[in-house]
């Protein structure tokens, strides 16, 4: 079972700027997984984290972020 929380943000000045850049960040990182899994024709979360993950990393991705990211563009798409 799957449970959705929405969640309002109310960041203060400096804190919204590094909420925006983090989330670019995560978004343009998204974006090149979304086109290396096109490019390689990789289907499957388990073999895109083995073409994405040492460069998501080195982007300053936390390990979990890195995991996910492909796999939840992917079900977006």
């Excluded at 390689?40 to 998501?56: A, D, F, M, Q, S």
């Amino acid at each position: 079972m799957k449970i959705v929380v929405q969640v309002k943000l109310m960041p203060e000045a400096e804190q919204a700027a590094a909420v925006r850049s983090t989330l670019r960040t995560v978004n343009d990182l998204a974006c090149w997984v979304s086109q290396v899994a096109f490019a390689r024709g990789v289907p499957r979360e388990y073999e895109l984290r083995k073409h994405t993950y040492p460069h998501l990393k080195a982007q300053g991705l936390g390990a979990q972020a890195a995991q996910l990211d492909g796999s939840a563009r992917q079900a977006q798409g």
